[in-house]
């Protein structure tokens, strides 16, 4: 079953905006994670944040965490074409499960 | 080595076939998992492997029959499979079964059921 809802679904920028990426999810969480994939390929990871964590940076990318509006953003700044890919917020509960919230399919225009 | 392998990369096969899926990490990993996913749909978590014990079945049909020979090394016996079954298989691993880890995917199979 999905945790998390990202939104909005499907994003297209020009290549040097920054992306803003969201995602809610509905019970409680250990950690949040965001990873990345490629058209048909397996996912890469990108950056974990504890729920005790609000803010956590990793290179261009930013996440934020707010556990009492269960939210996350992922902000990608200087977005370029090699950033088009799916996105995926996925949360850890107590059962150590990962689940995965449908995606956002960003679209970097070069 | 921060990789995970997954062989073979595409298979085609018949609902009467037996194959096999294989995924192998060389990273001291003591978790593995299975994933599921169809087209724009998140990843489906199948199976989770801890210390080569079984640990999650999310109630996948025994059709699909995972096994951990070893810490290095997961696979995915199919047998009698459906159409509704084509879909990409994602293998990943990470140090432990805890909350905490970040988890390495391979690559996956492109598996279709003629």
């Known amino acids: 079953s999905q945790q998390g809802e990202e939104d909005p679904q499907a994003l297209s920028i020009q290549e040097g905006e920054n992306a803003t990426m969201n995602c809610s999810y509905k019970t409680s969480i250990n950690n949040l994670q965001w990873y990345r994939q490629n058209s048909g390929r397996g996912l890469v990871h990108l950056i974990l944040i504890r729920s005790n964590e609000r803010e956590k940076h990793s290179g261009r990318l930013r996440v934020t965490l707010d556990t009492s509006k269960k939210s996350s953003s992922l902000l990608i700044t200087a977005s370029r074409a090699a950033d088009t890919a799916s996105y995926f917020c996925?949360?850890?509960?107590?059962?150590?499960?990962?689940?995965f919230g449908k995606g956002i399919t960003l679209s970097v225009r070069p | 080595d921060t990789e995970v392998t997954q062989t073979p990369k595409h298979l085609v096969m018949g609902m009467t076939n037996k194959k096999s899926l294989k995924c192998e990490q060389h990273?001291?990993?003591?978790?593995m998992y299975w994933y599921k996913q169809k087209a724009k749909k998140p990843p489906e978590l199948m199976f989770v492997?801890?210390?080569?014990?079984?640990?999650i079945n999310e109630s996948v049909p025994s059709r699909f029959s995972p096994e951990c020979p070893n810490s290095s090394l997961l696979n995915l016996h199919l047998h009698a499979l459906q159409p509704e079954d084509s879909a990409l298989y994602l293998c990943?691993?990470?140090?432990?079964?805890?909350?905490?880890?970040?988890?390495?995917f391979g690559p996956g199979t492109r598996l279709t059921v003629l």
């Open positions: 990273m001291g990993h003591r978790a």
């Open positions: 996925a949360t850890t509960g107590a059962n150590s499960k990962l689940t």
């Open positions: 990943a691993s990470s140090q432990r079964l805890a909350d905490y880890n970040e988890q390495f």
């Open positions: 492997y801890s210390y080569e014990k079984l640990s």
